[in-house]
């Protein structure tokens, strides 16, 4: 590839065979004047510029009244496979490469993953310009803990995987962060009140830092139909983690109701066990013998065994 300009910090390209540096930056996820100095200095002089979308480069660049003097080329996930091994030759060459994506910071649900690893493959510096971010914005918003979370990124787009991924996060304590389309979004809030719960608290972080900003809070079944009006806009999703497991529920007969409804969540009884232990703190044999008991009492009773037909097969 070729490329042209310098930068300070680096040598002419190819210069006693130095590498040059992979540079994410963060730009803004609305108001374009949260991004930060760095970044107008590194649009300036980057050799090559790698944008999600160059006319929305464009468009950021004459907004913060900067003048390219690199290359620019479009990466985005239709093209990322194909165009990481030319970016990556264009660092061992020397360059500096600026990676930006539309809003926010580049690998975190936007491209950037692949040309990262790839370049810490081959030993060369990556470097970032922090900016902007939704997750943590509306973490900060959202009122919510936020002393331990996890990000989710989008989930399925089909109903039954949507709940899948849900299920397995049933029982995460920690704060959870998801970013949605508008058009799906009272779907996956009324998925979230089905698994979750209809009460679980949650908030809803819509056009973070622009002129119609809103953060709607509440159970998850109320933003469910809060969205079923319709909701507009970039939408980020925070939901409180699952409260702590009372031990006076975790009596055998709640053990067994929990693999139970994990089976017929389409669990397989081996995971569904496992999956019961980890949410209950309860060891994973005293489950397994929850249910084997609860099996063998059915058996003797001279009804269905817990759990089905299948019950106990499989255990380990």
């Not at 690893?117 to 902007?132: K, L, M, Q, Y």
């Not at 996890?150 to 998801?178: D, H, M």
């Amino acid at each position: 590839m070729e490329t042209h300009g310098t930068h300070g910090t680096h040598q002419p390209h190819g210069a006693h065979g130095t590498h040059g540096t992979l540079v994410l930056a963060g730009t803004p996820i609305g108001d374009v004047t949260d991004a930060p100095p760095r970044l107008s200095t590194e649009l300036e002089t980057a050799d090559v510029i790698a944008a999600e979308d160059t006319r929305r480069l464009r468009r950021l660049t004459q907004a913060l009244g900067v003048r390219t003097r690199g290359r620019i080329v479009s990466y985005f996930e239709g093209n990322e496979t194909a165009r990481t091994p030319e970016l990556v030759e264009a660092l061992v060459d020397g360059a500096r490469v600026l990676l930006v994506t539309d809003a926010g910071m580049p690998s975190v649900s936007d491209p950037g993953y692949r040309l990262v690893a790839a370049a810490v493959e081959r030993d060369i510096r990556v470097t970032a310009v922090p900016g902007p971010s939704a997750v943590l914005t509306a973490l900060a918003l959202s009122g919510l803990p936020v002393d331990r979370f996890c990000f989710e990124g989008f989930l399925p787009r089909k109903a039954g995987e949507r709940l899948s991924r849900l299920r397995e996060a049933a029982a995460e304590r920690r704060t959870l962060v998801y970013f949605e389309a508008p058009h799906r979004l009272d779907d996956t809030l009324a998925a979230m009140a089905e698994v979750f719960g209809a009460d679980r608290r949650a908030a809803v972080c819509r056009e973070l830092t622009k002129t119609y900003e809103e953060v709607k809070r509440g159970g998850l079944g109320e933003l469910a139909r809060w969205a079923a009006e319709g909701v507009r806009g970039e939408i980020t999703v925070v939901v409180e983690g699952a409260p702590e497991p009372d031990p006076g529920e975790l009596d055998a007969e709640e053990l067994v109701r929990r693999v139970r409804d994990r089976e017929e969540a389409g669990e397989r009884r081996k995971e569904a066990i496992a999956s019961v232990a980890a949410e209950t703190g309860v060891p994973k044999r005293e489950v397994f013998d929850a249910v084997v008991a609860a099996k063998n009492a059915a058996r003797a009773a001279g009804g269905p065994s817990a759990g089905g037909p299948a019950a106990g097969k499989g255990l380990s």
